[in-house]
C-alpha cells in the first residue's frame, strides 16, 4: 500500500501486502523500515538502510509521518510512504545522514508486531460509556446483514463508527426497541 502523508491527511494508494491485525494510536508497535532518501517510485527506489524499531504510536519517539504512517496499519502489512519535509526532518535535516532541510522522504515500512493491553469483556471509557463485549460468528444470521457486512472487512482491534441502513438492520418492521425503518449506528471494535 502506498500513503502520502500530508499535513492533514494521507491518501493510499496501493497495497503491497496483505494485511492481518490493525494498528492504533498509543499501542506499543514493532516496525521494519527500508529506506530511501531518494525521491521516486515505490517499486523502483534504491534502499539505504534496513532498521528495526519498537515505539509506542502518538508519543511521537519517531518523525511525525512514520507515527502518521504506521497508525492504522495491520501486522505484515507493507506500505510505501512520502513524507514530507515538514513531517521528517523539518528545516533543519538531519546532517549525519546528509538530508537536508525540508527534503521529501521516502520510507517502505512494515508492521511487524503490536501489543495491545486487552480491556477484558467489559470495560468503561474516558467519558463514562461502558463497554460490554458482543461474541459472534459471522454469516451466521447471529447479527443484522449489516453488521455481518462491516465486520467481515475489519482487522483485529480495529475501531469503526459505522451506520446500518434499515434495508440491512432491522428492516421495516423494526424489533423490540428499534423501530421499523430506523438507521442504527454503531461504535465497534473487532477483537479475536
Known sequence: MQKIITERKCAV??????PEIKDKTEEDVNYHEEISYVFGLCDNYQVTHKNSYSFTLGMHPVIEGIDRAIT???????????IPGKLGFGDGGRKRDGIKSDHV??????????????PGPR?????????????FLLHHG??????DRVM????????????????LGYGHKGRDNVPGGATLYFDMSSTN
Do not use: H
Open 142 to 147: 447471529e447479527v443484522i446483514a449489516g453488521m
Open 105 to 118: 522522504l521516502r520510507y517502505i515500512v512494515q508492521l511487524v508486531d503490536q501489543f495491545r493491553p486487552t
Open 152 to 167: 467481515i472487512s475489519m482487522c483485529e482491534g480495529e475501531r469503526r463508527r459505522v451506520m446500518i441502513p434499515a434495508a
Open 72 to 82: 492504522g496499519m495491520c501486522i505484515g502489512e507493507k506500505l510505501c510512504v512520502t
Open 13 to 18: 494508494v496501493a497495497r503491497l501486502q496483505q
Open 123 to 135: 470495560w468503561r471509557e474516558e467519558d463514562g460509556l461502558e463497554i460490554e463485549l458482543f461474541v
